[in-house]
């Protein structure tokens, strides 16, 4: 935990039953040397006494908006910008919409709408409520506006109901707070390219051969790589997901188009990260207008798209090359064969069998193989945070890339 040393860390608490457990994060941040200021709902205050946290913080608890301070400063706007990172723990279905829907109607909603330091909320309520697609959809959107989130974990709730919405373990916690300091900036001067999403084969003009890629996999890693300061470039296939902040977006559709734009692209990057689910045969003929369907059979011929992977693999140089797999069995064993086939340096082998894994899930699970042979287990999480597990993993192998680049 040395990253949090002397960083200044706002910790948000809100009024569910998990506001004690604010505590222990605030102790343990103050332990390891961080600046802790905290701020609290009216409501968190029903569950937790300010004394606590400011005993714990070893700083006076903000929670009134309108107290007059004793210097001339004004406090949502002096905590906003005193802030590195501001964590919400426990954060509430209420605080979730407040901050979804723009309302700045207390303390913590206004400071969290005036910093410009990154946000992290920690969500915890009862699984009906977490799972109310509302919230589930503030949460989307929140994260597609660059808010961070802890999930919560599953299991027995203070109400006695089972399900998601337990407040995440502190360890992951602190781990996350830690994780983002010493992740912010790693991949600063680094270029990266992305490939995302699936590939459309045309027959005519309104028909396609493809595959389920919801490109969620390939866009976590490009806001991964952003996040860590990279310059990423994203080829991706049509999806229906918004690009992340920060990324250059090229749109394409065939195979075809996909390997002209990567190719284009990719000599000035130091990593490329191969996530498309790229169609591997096109029909051999367009049909220019709408096929009728005059006869009782239509027989296809499709003939081989270019191997996009195994090209970059060909031309690489000193590129750091990493390939996704997606298996139904063998995993391993055919995952380390395309690595070799493909000359890869690392691939990212997915049981898409496996209920977190795969095709349109918001959660991967995987296996990350070198090119040494050394395969690394990443259990189950979502898919932003299995992104910058990998990227974790790859930088400790290739020291170099970082210090390269800066
Ligand atoms: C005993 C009790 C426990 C609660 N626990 C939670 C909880 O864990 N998560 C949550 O979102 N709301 C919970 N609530 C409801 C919130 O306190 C309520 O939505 C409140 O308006 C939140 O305000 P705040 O977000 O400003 O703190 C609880 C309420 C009570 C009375």
Do not use: C, F, M, W
């Given at each position: 935990m040395d990253g949090v040393k002397g960083k200044k860390i706002v910790i948000g608490i809100t009024g569910g039953i998990a506001a004690y457990k604010a505590a222990e994060v605030v102790s343990s941040l103050v332990k390891k040397g961080a600046q802790v200021k905290v701020i609290m709902t009216a409501h968190a205050m029903e569950f937790i006494k300010p004394l606590t946290l400011e005993t714990l913080s070893g700083n006076p608890v903000y929670y009134d908006m309108f107290s007059r301070p004793g210097a001339w400063e004004i406090d949502h706007i002096s905590l906003a910008k005193w802030a590195d990172l501001l964590v919400v723990v426990p954060a509430t279905a209420n605080i979730l919409g407040k901050v979804a829907h723009g309302i700045a109607d207390d303390l913590l909603s206004t400071t969290i709408m005036a910093t410009r330091a990154q946000v992290i909320f920690a969500p915890a309520m009862n699984t009906n409520m977490y799972t109310n697609p509302i919230v589930q959809e503030n949460i989307s959107f929140l994260k597609r506006k660059g808010y961070m989130f802890i999930p919560p974990a599953a299991g027995r709730l203070a109400c006695g109901d089972y399900g998601e919405g337990k407040l995440a373990d502190i360890q992951?916690?602190?781990e996350t707070i830690e994780n983002y300091f010493s992740r912010k900036s790693d991949l600063k001067g680094v270029k990266i390219l992305v490939t995302a999403g699936p590939t459309r084969e045309y027959l005519d003009p309104v028909r396609f051969i493809s595959n389920p890629s919801s490109g969620k996999m390939g866009y976590a890693i490009a806001a991964a790589c952003a996040e860590r300061g990279a310059?990423?470039?994203?080829?991706?296939?049509?999806?229906?997901?918004a690009p992340p902040?920060?990324?250059?977006?090229?749109?394409?559709?065939?195979?075809q188009e996909m390997f002209e734009k990567v190719m284009e692209i990719f000599l000035s990057c130091h990593m490329v990260f191969k996530a498309a689910a790229v169609g591997d045969y096109r029909p051999e003929t367009y049909c220019p207008t709408k096929i009728k369907k005059d006869s009782d059979k239509l027989i296809l011929t499709l003939v081989k798209n270019p191997d996009i992977l195994k090209e970059l693999g060909k031309r690489k140089g000193k590129c750091i090359l990493v390939g996704f797999?997606?298996?139904?069995?063998?995993i391993e064993e055919y995952a380390t064969k395309k690595m070799r086939e493909k000359n890869l340096d690392f691939i990212v082998a997915n049981d898409v069998t496996r209920q977190g894994a795969g095709f349109e899930k918001?959660?991967?699970?995987?296996?990350?193989?070198t090119r040494e042979g050394e395969v690394i287990a990443i259990p189950q999480m979502d898919k932003k945070e299995f992104a910058h597990r990998i990227i974790d993993e790859i930088i400790k192998r290739c020291p170099a890339l970082c210090q390269g680049a800066n």
């Open positions: 992951d916690i602190l310059e990423v470039e994203l080829v991706s296939g049509p999806v229906s997901i902040p920060g990324v250059k977006l090229y749109r394409v559709e065939t195979a797999a997606a298996e139904t069995e063998n918001n959660t991967n699970e995987g296996l990350l193989i």
